[in-house]
């Protein structure tokens, strides 16, 4: 029995839309995710996939690496990281967009880790086949696959057998032709708060975050330093003239 359908809702991210998803009013989190966006067919990620094109990511601890269909890439925000998403390739020969971003909430005690970047080739990623479906695990554990690589199975962000259905009860599907699904899932972390691009448990910690946003004290990627999104005044704030 399905419990709640959430129809996507179109969001512009500076220039390009995405169909949002989560979060939504009457379910502010599924497990440990707190976004969950459709980029396409045109993205921004924290885990990115990708079915249609490529997207260039750089951040602030020095990663530069392309992305493209059946690739993963893994970004760690930790305590705190700036990071961007180019069309390049896009803008320079043409051709759909079209992948999948979440964002997954961390651990109260993994909030302030470092941050960091992982990239996963296509090749990393197992697939298995069962009834004519083709599945291909991107993250964390499930159906008695898991990600190979070591740095993939220490991060605290998906546990090894999230409840993506009741015990015992199996989920079943029934496509009437060609579908892609995707199945999200995990432990609940606890109360999270969300402002703009911040997510903590503690709204004091996002209220520092914004201030240091503001008066421009977070590196931004070496390699991409040339611009960045303002954060919206305060409500109620006054104008600034000078803006």
């Known amino acids: 029995m399905i419990e709640l359908v959430i129809e996507q809702r179109r969001r512009d991210l500076g220039g390009f839309e995405v169909g949002r998803v989560l979060s939504f009013a009457k379910r502010r989190m599924v497990g440990p995710f707190v976004f969950f966006d459709h980029m396409g067919p045109v993205g921004l990620a924290t885990l990115t996939y990708l079915f249609e094109g490529e997207i260039m990511h750089r951040d602030s601890v020095g990663s530069e690496q392309g992305i493209q269909p059946g690739e993963v890439n893994w970004m760690i925000a930790g305590r705190g990281i700036t990071h961007s998403e180019r ?35 296509a090749a990393e990623l197992p697939i ?62 606890g109360e999270r708060f969300i402002d703009w691009n911040f997510v903590s448990s503690s709204k004091e910690r996002i209220a520092q975050a914004k201030a240091d946003w503001r008066a421009g004290r977070m590196k931004l990627p070496d390699l991409d330093n040339g611009e960045s999104i303002p954060l919206a005044p305060e409500p109620g704030a006054p104008a600034n003239p000078m803006s």
Not at 99 to 110: F, K, N, R, S, Y
């Open 87 to 121: 069309f390049e390739r896009a803008r320079r020969e043409g051709g759909r967009m079209n992948g999948i971003q979440a964002w997954v909430a961390l651990p109260t005690e993994h909030e302030e880790t470092d941050p960091s970047f992982a990239h996963h080739a």
């Open 128 to 189: 298995f086949k069962q009834r004519g479906a083709r599945a291909r695990l991107i993250a964390g554990e499930a159906m008695g696959a898991r990600l190979p690589t070591e740095r993939a199975s220490r991060r605290p962000t998906i546990p090894s057998a999230p409840p993506m259905s009741p015990p015992g009860r199996p989920v079943l599907f029934t496509a009437a032709g060609p579908a892609v699904l995707m199945l999200l899932g995990g432990e609940p972390v």
